[in-house]
């Protein structure tokens, strides 16, 4: 689906298929719960004599803009205002994740983390799902050192943590369905390209923290000095 050939129905019907695929493995509401919200609450509050104010959020390679959609819902039902900022640099992304309905507090941008950088933003969470296992060494250390540049409180980058397991269990989950989608295929390609926790860790700068959140998946996670933790 990165090509800039492949068929655009089949493109749309899976970007649509996203949010089903994301709900069933990337573990984003037990991210969402155990690491994000208390930040989000913390930097709404701000200092004891601050007015209160709404949390920031990036997320980058937002794709569909499904995660960001459903981040943004899970903050409104906690009370906490939120403004998230979705970016993707792909023109097909952007344009299917903008057409959706409007979510309050979610905006979608087509950009690189790296244009943020150049115009100055900070935001206090930094977030993206299955993007490390796209990008090339050069590429993957890059999008680390923009993190740390536009994040104020955490980055948390969350992918898929290769294994045998991981590839035989998304085989045949995904067998019966998704044949008018890249979803399988694609899917299957992306376990193959994933990383270990040993082999990412050998990969990024030493003050990145590889956490395995699951069997299946791996957050690579930075504080800045300072910020806290939940």
Do not use: K
């Not at 701000?46 to 937002?62: H, K, N, S, W, Y």
């Not at 860790?201 to 923290?209: K, S, Y």
């Amino acid at each position: 689906m990165d090509r800039p050939d492949c068929d655009p129905s089949t493109l749309q019907r899976t970007y649509r298929q996203f949010a089903l695929i994301n709900r069933a493995v990337s573990g984003w509401r037990r991210t969402y719960l155990r690491q994000l919200r208390p930040r989000l609450a913390a930097a709404a509050a701000g200092a004891p004599d601050a007015e209160p104010r709404a949390a920031t959020v990036l997320d980058i390679g937002c794709g569909a803009g499904d995660v960001a959609r459903s981040l943004a819902r899970w903050a409104a039902a906690d009370g906490l205002p939120v403004e998230i900022t979705a970016v993707d640099p792909d023109p097909r992304a952007y344009a299917y994740a903008a057409s959706r309905p409007a979510v309050p507090g979610l905006t979608f941008r087509q950009a690189f983390s790296s244009e943020l950088v150049a115009e100055g933003f900070r935001f206090d969470l930094v977030i993206s799902n299955h993007i490390l296992h796209h990008l090339a060494p050069a590429e993957l250390h890059a999008l680390l050192a923009d993190s740390q540049a536009l994040g104020r409180s955490l980055a948390l980058h969350s992918d898929i943590a290769r294994s045998r397991p991981a590839y035989l269990l998304f085989a045949a989950g995904t067998l019966p369905f998704f044949h008018r989608s890249y979803i399988r295929r694609d899917g299957l390609t992306s376990i193959r390209r994933s990383y270990t926790a040993r082999e990412l860790r050998r990969a990024v700068p030493p003050e990145w923290d590889v956490r395995q959140d699951s069997v299946f998946r791996l957050h690579l996670v930075f504080e800045p000095p300072g910020a806290g933790g939940a």
